[in-house]
């Protein structure tokens, strides 16, 4: 009777480790501000992993960074999004943004999606941006002025349905 009931008891059984392949490579001379220092940035990441370029593109790499780094990333895998193999396409890349870069990224987004035009929108973002006599560029928002924008013309717009 004491075997049929451990038979019956739940046993744990972790998986088996599994041995990783991490390579810290260290500081690189290359600046990764642009789609073409990028593209040199995976280049010397390949070069200095001693991994020939069917190896390198084998498997998906992670590039966490800020917001400028996963723009050019994903600027850079659009421009070459026809070329013959996976090394020059970038396919092994998946970009992954900050944490705090989350907010910033929504942030254009929705500068992009909803600013409108002052002149014939007058409840859209631009119209507000102009009454509140704010200055800096739509395009290429700071942070903490256009959530403060969004936030007063939400704000604005809920009074603005209530009258």
């Known amino acids: 009777m004491e075997e049929s009931v451990k038979a019956m008891i739940r046993e744990d059984r972790p998986l088996p480790p599994k041995k990783t392949d991490a390579r810290p490579f260290g500081v690189f001379n290359v600046d990764e501000g642009t789609k073409k220092g990028i ?64 907010a910033l990224n929504a942030t254009h987004m929705l500068m992009r999606a909803h600013l409108g035009n002052a002149v014939l929108d007058p409840t859209g973002l631009a119209a507000h941006k102009g009454m509140l006599h704010r200055i800096w560029d739509v395009n290429k928002p700071n942070y903490a002025e256009a959530k403060s924008l969004i936030r007063h013309s939400l704000i604005a717009r809920l009074l603005h349905c209530v009258m």
Request: net charge negative; proline share 0%.
């Open 39 to 102: 593209i040199q940035m995976f280049k010397a990441m390949q070069e200095r992993s001693t991994m020939t370029e069917e190896q390198w593109a084998a498997k998906v790499k992670l590039n966490e960074g800020d917001w400028l780094t996963s723009n050019n990333t994903r600027a850079a895998k659009r421009d070459r999004a026809n070329d013959i193999d996976t090394m020059e396409r970038l396919d092994y890349v998946s970009e992954l943004s900050a944490l705090w870069h989350f």
